[in-house]
């Protein structure tokens, strides 16, 4: 499986753990949130990414939630389900590199 591989600054380190916890919970949150078409949660999450995943050194993150929110407000139900997709699989192969000198 091909890995993600993500520079982030050694500064962050002690809090990405926590940061990646909350985004696998998110998954499970907007599985269910779609599942019941509760599409306030999933634009609220996504928002909540949006602003957050750039500040953590995950650009991606914020990129994720974005394309969430845009899916949301055009009632695109089926591109809300293939991007929850693509952030779990996203997570799943993230493999992230800790430097000391990040630009």
């Known amino acids: 499986m091909k890995k993600n591989i993500v520079h982030i600054s050694s500064d962050l380190e002690p809090l990405i753990p926590r940061y990646l916890d909350n985004r696998r919970a998110d998954i499970v949150m907007l599985r269910e949130a779609l599942h019941l078409s509760n599409s306030d949660v999933i634009r609220s999450i996504g928002h909540t990414m949006k602003g957050s995943g750039a500040s953590y ?3 991606e993150i914020s990129t994720f939630g974005r394309m969430l929110e845009v899916a949301t407000q055009a009632s695109d139900i089926s ?3 293939v991007i929850i997709n693509q952030l779990a699989h996203f997570l ?3 493999d992230i590199i800790f430097v000391d000198d990040m630009p």
């Open 79 to 81: 591109e809300v389900e």
């Open 57 to 59: 050194g995950l650009e």
């Open 92 to 94: 799943e192969t993230l």
